[in-house]
């Protein structure tokens, strides 16, 4: 258990919807890291919260947008769904000051 | 940005045999050499890292090795055991940058 947790762990929508992925750091980690895995796909970087801020910007969609809260905790909504944005989606922590990124169980995204 | 490289793709070994995963990476400045190992429908687990002042780091079967000039790093797993069968992924993180770069992955199947 890498200390790092995701809600929920499933989720299956349909085409259009929006939903909002779930992510908490290990404790004392500032860092929270948006990733994501298609079937077959390595991990491809969404974006980067630093204590509250945006510090960097992957191949993020539009229509794709995250926060990070005063607790720390981090949320990725996905809006206007399609069907090729059915993935793994990996949150990642770390303290900031540290390399070291550790990974949340991550969670399956089902588009209908 | 950092284009990460990796190969072979798939690695089949016979139990108790070495395996070797090999990693390019093009930026001169990447500093942080991660590898992750993700088991079917888990997390990418770090497994081992290596910083760009070392050249080599050991972690009992595990071990990394840095190559700055020609630009790769390489993962070597000794006495391979069915519980190594994965995905190995390695990364690269620039100097001046947050987010891990990723190759692609390297699925290795230990035979028994």
């Known amino acids: 258990d890498s200390g790092v947790t995701q809600t929920p762990k499933h989720l299956i929508t349909a085409t259009g919807q929006r939903v909002t992925l779930r992510c908490s750091p290990r404790s004392g980690d500032l860092s929270v890291y948006w990733y994501q895995q298609s079937l077959d796909q390595g991990l491809q970087f969404l974006i980067q919260y630093y204590n509250g801020e945006e510090r960097a910007k992957g191949n993020i969609l539009e229509r794709f947008s995250a926060q990070q809260f005063p607790d720390l905790h981090s949320e990725l909504n996905l809006s206007s769904l399609e069907l090729g944005d059915s993935a793994l989606y990996f949150c990642a922590s770390s303290t900031g000051s540290q390399y070291e990124q550790y990974f949340g169980p991550g969670t399956r995204l089902t588009v209908t | 940005g950092e284009n990460v490289e990796q190969h072979p793709s798939t690695l089949s070994v016979q139990e108790g045999d070495s395996a070797v995963i090999k990693c390019t990476y093009s930026d001169s400045a990447s500093n942080y050499f991660p590898w992750y190992k993700q088991e079917l429908g888990k997390r990418p687990q770090l497994i081992i890292d290596?910083?760009?002042?070392?050249g080599e780091k050991k972690d009992q079967r595990i071990a990394v090795t840095l190559n700055k000039t020609a630009k790769h790093f390489s993962l070597h797993i000794t006495e391979t055991q069915p519980e190594d069968s994965a995905v190995y992924f390695c990364a690269a993180k620039e100097t001046n940058d947050y987010k891990l770069s990723f190759g692609a992955g390297t699925t290795v199947t230990v035979r028994a």
């Open positions: 290596i910083r760009s002042n070392v």
